[in-house]
């Protein structure tokens, strides 16, 4: 199964990652014992090429059955996160979402090496309070091209890519602030209302390229991402149960949902709402 993750390096990304991760060293090793004595090179379709410069180490038994391709901003990142998967096959994009004309390209080359893509998760995120007032044109795009149209880009290169027969599912990462808006985030939170409009009157015809597509909007989860709500409110934590009764939700907990999400077989084109008791 051969993962593309987006915002792997942090907060519900990171925890989506080590979620999958810990599910796949929970395979008995009776399969990733089988697994190392019948696989010759062509029996081990997961495993990349020795010689592939892109992928990070993969010394030691993996079971057969994840590998991975991960993209981020940082060189750095990427290398932690690439030492974080060994022993499972991971390649590493270094992108930056805000310009989705590089994807092309570069996802392009990386494709031409690589599995199919079964499961692609969208985390990658940032948020941005400003007054609208303040708002630069700039500064909107980018939240743009990160929030919706580099996720538009990489599925297209990706379905270029594949065959009809082969199922690709996708998770994207939404917020509930699409939908019931905060203090001077509208550009963060109108960004996200495009991806969800996107991932529900897009969703029939990706579904004819044999691509599900459904959106997870969680509402306030502790990850950095909070950092500025945290220096403008010190007792945050305790505040947001004001209006979010559950109080905080872990990443961990909102990575479990995402992963329900992204194996369901009975949608496509629909907003998994995961609210923390938020009314919207
Ligand atoms: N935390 C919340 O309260 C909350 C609530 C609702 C929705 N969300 C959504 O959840 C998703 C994950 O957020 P998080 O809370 O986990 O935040 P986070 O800890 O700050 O992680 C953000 C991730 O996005 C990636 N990213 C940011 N800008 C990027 C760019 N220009 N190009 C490529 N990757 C970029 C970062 O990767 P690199 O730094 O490695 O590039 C990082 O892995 C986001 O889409 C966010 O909008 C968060």
């Given at each position: 199964m051969h993962y593309l993750l987006t915002g792997a390096s942090s907060g519900i990304g990171r925890a989506f990652l080590e979620l999958l991760l810990k599910q796949a060293a929970a395979t008995p090793a009776s399969s990733a014992a089988a697994y190392t004595a019948a696989s010759t090179p062509a029996e081990a379709p997961a495993a990349a090429p020795a010689?592939?410069?892109?992928?990070a180490p993969s010394a030691g038994v993996a079971p057969p059955n994840l590998s991975l391709t991960v993209l981020s901003r940082s060189a750095s990142k990427l290398h932690e996160v690439q030492t974080l998967c060994a022993p499972y096959p991971c390649r590493g994009l270094c992108l930056d979402?805000?310009?989705?004309?590089?994807?092309e390209p570069q996802l392009t080359e990386l494709l031409a090496t690589a599995p199919p893509v079964d499961r692609v998760v969208y985390c990658a995120g940032m948020t941005r309070i400003e007054a609208v007032t303040k708002l630069r044109y700039a500064q909107n795009l980018a939240m743009m091209n990160l929030s919706y149209l580099s996720l538009v880009e990489l599925l297209r290169v990706l379905i270029a890519h594949k065959s009809v027969e082969h199922q690709t599912k996708v998770v994207v990462v939404s917020a509930l602030a699409a939908t019931t808006g905060a203090e001077h985030t509208v550009s963060y939170s109108t960004a996200k209302q495009a991806l969800e409009t996107f991932v529900r009157h897009g969703a029939p015809e990706l579904l004819a390229e044999n691509v599900w597509i459904n959106a997870l909007a969680p509402s306030y989860v502790d990850t950095p991402m909070l950092k500025f709500n945290r220096l403008i409110d010190r007792n945050f934590a305790t505040n947001v149960r004001k209006i979010q009764p559950l109080g905080l939700l872990s990443p961990q907990a909102v990575a479990h949902e995402l992963a329900a999400l992204l194996e369901s077989t009975c949608c496509t084109g629909t907003i998994r709402y995961v609210n923390g008791g938020m009314r919207y």
């Open positions: 010689e592939d410069p892109a992928v979402l805000t310009q989705p004309e590089l994807i």
